[in-house]
């Protein structure tokens, strides 16, 4: 069971940009935000604006003895933002720092933002945002879905000799499949709002760039100086180089004896690049499924090019006997540097490329029945 695809998208929000809100104009005169940090002492509250390169201190102010603040310092452009108390501290795995705010607005709201200085990220409201009321939409449906997916995890890691794994992973992809289609419906009803940038993270992009493009179109003309936007247009970019029916650029790595492998090598055959790792446990949970399809379809001119992205060659080379898996296979044993990991977009793992035997990609990211739908479709 893919256990962790749910809680690394959720990264995305809970660490950058997760917030809670609720709606109203807010007080203070010429301010631009003022409230109350209880539990505050007498710290220092930073202002600062989050871009994709870095993290700016627009403004900072002292707590008064009941935590109380006035911020006058407006950002110049819709962004995310964030208030700090005190020194930085490091985020957790999913989750934000606990004395961060983070939220989105621009010059023209006058916001209130009151907290426990305790756990920031956890006890606050925001009032006066527009684009902060939308992404509590997306926060309060995500929500739901993580306990459902947190349940799942627990006795997986408590009782994992009594977990149903295919129970398991027909509520994981039940979860999945109904946030895709709540975000595409989210994405619809806000298309030229910033806050889409949040719902993207959760919809594939390999099945659907089109979604992605539309969005990128319908920002670009509202914030196109904005580094979140360019981002977004340099990723849309890329994966359309890597669309299906564009060719599947070639790579060269090392097989297991020291021998070079290409994918070109493969040319004239289906053949399915199959991302992983020995240190992967989807991978491995996955490996057995992969070898029925390559034994059911091998005899058809199915074959199978396996990417490692592991650092050591030894484990590398025991997960391939251990598992049984014998096609061939290729590593630059650079981990996430793994440079075909990074020409293909590859940001997690177990993760493949479909591609015929002109080296035209047919479809990406295909496991289980969808594989073997694909292929029995292609190879018959």
């Not at 009941?66 to 989750?95: C, H, V």
């Not at 297991?256 to 790792?277: M, Q, T």
């Not at 074959?303 to 592991?310: K, P, Q, T, Y």
Request: aromatic share 10%; proline share 3%.
């Amino acid at each position: 069971m893919r256990t962790m695809y749910f809680k690394t998208a959720l990264i995305v929000l809970f660490s950058a940009m997760v917030l809670a809100s609720c709606g109203g104009k807010g007080k203070g005169g010429d301010a631009y935000i003022s409230g109350t940090i209880k539990n505050g002492g007498e710290q220092t509250l930073y202002f600062e604006e989050l871009t994709p390169e870095k993290i700016i201190v627009i403004d900072s102010v002292k707590l008064s003895k009941d935590g109380s603040y006035t911020i006058k310092k407006r950002p110049g452009k819709i962004n995310y933002y964030r208030l700090r108390l005190g020194k930085e501290e490091q985020a957790t795995m999913y989750a934000s720092p606990k004395n961060v705010i983070i939220f989105i607005s621009d010059s023209s709201e006058t916001l209130t933002i009151n907290a426990d200085g305790k756990a920031m990220n956890n006890d606050f409201k925001v009032t006066g945002s527009k684009e902060t009321d939308m992404l509590t939409e997306i926060n309060n449906y995500l929500r739901t879905g993580e306990k459902t997916i947190d349940s799942l995890n627990q006795i997986y890691q408590n009782t994992p000799a009594k977990f149903d794994q295919a129970e398991g992973e027909k509520i994981f992809n039940d979860v999945t499949v109904k946030r895709t289609e709540w975000m595409k419906k989210f994405i619809d009803s806000h298309l030229d709002n910033f806050v889409v940038l949040q719902a993207l993270p959760f919809i594939s992009a390999d099945s659907d760039l089109p979604i992605f493009s539309k969005v990128y179109d319908a920002l670009r003309k509202k914030f196109s100086s904005n580094g979140w936007v360019i981002n977004l247009g340099k990723r849309v970019e890329q994966l359309s180089f890597l669309a299906a029916g564009t060719t599947a650029p070639d790579f060269t790595i090392l097989t297991p004896e020291d021998k070079s492998i290409s994918l070109k090598d493969f040319r004239g055959k289906y053949v399915l690049i199959d991302f992983w790792a020995s240190w992967c446990k989807p991978c491995r949970a996955e490996n057995p499924n992969v070898v029925a399809t390559y034994n059911k379809y091998k005899s058809k001119g199915f074959e199978i090019f396996g990417v490692s992205l592991d650092q050591n060659k030894e484990a590398w080379v025991g997960a391939i006997k251990a598992d049984g898996l014998i096609w061939k296979h290729g590593s630059d044993l650079k981990y996430w540097d793994s440079a075909p990991a990074k020409m293909y977009n590859v940001s997690s793992i177990p993760y493949n490329v479909l591609i015929d035997k002109e080296g035209k990609i047919i479809a990406k990211n295909l496991h289980g029945e969808q594989l073997d739908s694909q292929l029995s479709t292609v190879l018959n």
